[in-house]
């Protein structure tokens, strides 16, 4: 429905369009429901809800039990509840994925599913109790969004949600051309995404959708990590491990909350200097500082447990002008420590330099070591093998002052956090156009992700309906 439609409805009686309705004047529709519950009267909501999706036959990259995904016809079903038909613009190709889509799954999915991380794109058609969005509405659909009921929501950790999807990871999307039911969730991967409207966050901006679709993912996770749960101050010194799109966001969020010395760590030099050019002051290659060795006896006063020539180079940057304790000196490593690396997924290695462990666990312990004894580290990275463990200091867990948050988007709200973020990319202070280096159309998606894989451009976008 258009939107010159739209308006002409919404501007009549209500006694026009239940007339209307019960003449079946608007045929066009496939079904026409009066929004007269409580949610729909609210100000602004529109007064009709339109379904014209039942039949409509899109294209889906779609993950089948333990396969790798493929391209498959989907027959969608008719929307139902608050269910939204968005029309997929971008869609980052978020790493996490890599294993999911490049190699066969030891386990089987619950679902079959339509494969991403969320997506930006133009909503189509309303379910008949959807009151959020409208029809023409562009919308970041978010991999980590809000049922703003369940247990952690209602403690304002959002990002923590227990109803996946606002619960549209149960209902069936469509169907495969055998009849099988395909799950949407938060897919980005489809020419068009059916998705609970509590996964949609409408966006009034003319920033592109392609920059746009860092935000559904990586991009939160960084900036998440950097603004929402980690405190950092004006003046203060912040390290980022991994350059990556969430480290690059991490990077661009400490910049934006005053920050005075950035220190990016990251194997990858194009990846360096596009930390740089974002906002790091400095930048470190791990593969330089690689000695690490127990300290015999385990951790004494200072917590270390390890003599670790990297945490040792990177305390000796951020050392203060004096060490005279009386005259505010007595610093040892930075105000705080950020991770974004992860373990190289299923062992998988990039055709791009790695770090000194694929794993990813050594730096786990290293940021908790690095971090000022009152200073604060977050982590955000997956991939580590199963059954991993990461070796902290007892004494400073126990009795001392550090800070640590864990967590897939550090503390972001979708809803909350993306109309910030795109204001800050509107003014010009948030660069997401460096990160999404790459498009590719929906044929090509395995490909983008493989790219992402090996890491040779920070971040790959889908665009299925360019
Ligand atoms: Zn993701
Ligand atoms: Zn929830």
Redesign the pocket.
Known sequence: MSRKVRSRLDSRSRRDVLKAAGTAALATSASVVLGGSAPAAQQGAPAIRTNTQAGRRIRSFIKFDREIPSMQPVTLRALTGRMVAIRTEAAQTCYSSVGQVLMPSANAPQNIGVVGHGGVGIVEAIGPEVFAVQVGDRVVVNFHA?????Y??VKSR?DQ???QGGGSQQIPAGDTADGRPVFSGTSGMTEVMIVNQEKCVPVFTDVSSVELSMLTCVGNAGLGLATTKCPVEIGSDVVVFGCGPVGLSAIQGARIKGAARIIAVEPIRYRRDLALKLGATDGVDPNQYTARSPIPGGAGISGDMFKDALVDHLREMCKGKTDRSFAGGGRVGPDHVIEAVGGDYGGVKPSEVSGPDPTGLTVLSQIWQLCSSTGTSVSCSIGYPAGSVVQISATNWADGAKHFWGGTCGGTNARRDVPRYVRLMEAGKLDMKSLAARTFPLAQTTEAYRVAMNRTVVATVVTPNA
Do not use: D, K, Q, T
């Open positions: 809000a049922c703003g009921w369940c952690n929501c959002s949600c227990v109803n």
